[in-house]
């Protein structure tokens, strides 16, 4: 197994525009986490899924996001009409179970113009 | 409610240098775990520790030493003579019943060590 991999490193649009991104976890591990992170904080909880099921969604996820995990396998991270501050590093990891640490993908550092 | 403070923004030391990184949680859940990651200039989050809140027995590996104590609730990390290579961002975090066993960080420690 590679670990977790992150589609696009990166990515550039300009505002207003629609931009997905994909995850792909460990493949043994049933639950996968997106969370942002801006420069100088630390990651930010958006939502996280078991399986195919997304079990929560923060409150900083506004309902221009939204995520996918259709099968229990990757995950997609779609933003609508983005805003300049949607410009952030986007990483997805996962765990095993809900006590396990988590593995992280490189992230999809993303910029909107 | 459930908070992870690193009150230290950024740290720099000498090569060889001994070096604590300190971590203060809240949390009302009598089960928690404590989670270190580091996260170097390449920016890929890397797993350093998990500690369970039944567990307080400190740990050492090679370098790196945590010392877990409740009755401050602090999860501190010490990287005896530094290296180059430690330079990084290093997060703590915590995960409790209470959110769902889903991790909140810290905002971090910049570590510069310097040659």
């Known amino acids: 197994d590679t670990g977790v991999s992150q589609n696009p490193r990166h990515k550039i649009t300009k505002r207003g525009q629609n931009v997905t991104f994909r995850c792909d976890p460990i493949?043994?591990?049933?639950?996968l986490y997106w969370y942002r992170q801006t420069l100088g904080q630390g990651p930010e909880f958006l939502t996280y899924?078991?399986?195919?099921?997304?079990?929560?969604k923060s409150r900083l996820l506004s309902d221009r996001f939204s995520a996918e995990r259709p099968k229990g396998s990757f995950s997609t991270l779609e933003i609508q009409r983005t805003e300049q501050g949607d410009s952030a590093m986007y990483l997805c990891?996962?765990?095993?179970?809900?006590?396990?640490?988590?593995?992280f993908g490189s992230g999809t550092r993303l910029t909107v113009v | 409610a459930q908070k992870v403070t690193q009150a230290q923004t950024e740290i720099s030391v000498v090569e060889k240098e001994d070096v604590t990184l300190d971590c203060v949680y809240e949390?009302?859940?009598?089960?928690?775990?404590l989670f270190w990651y580091k996260q170097p200039p390449s920016g890929e989050l890397v797993f350093l520790i998990r500690?369970?809140?039944?567990?307080?027995q400190n740990e050492i590996s090679g370098r790196y030493s945590w010392n877990f104590q409740k009755s401050t609730s602090s999860f501190n990390f010490t990287i005896t003579a530094s290296q180059v290579v430690d330079s990084a961002v290093y997060f703590c975090?915590?995960?409790?019943?209470?959110?769902?066993?889903?991790?909140?960080f810290g905002a971090g420690t910049r570590l510069f060590v310097k040659a």
């Open positions: 990891a996962s765990s095993s179970d809900d006590r396990d640490s988590y593995t």
């Open positions: 493949s043994e591990h049933n639950r």
């Open positions: 899924f078991q399986n195919e099921a997304q079990l929560e």
């Open positions: 949390t009302r859940d009598t089960t928690y775990y």
């Open positions: 500690r369970n809140s039944f567990d307080e």
């Open positions: 975090a915590l995960s409790s019943n209470t959110g769902g066993f889903k991790t909140i």
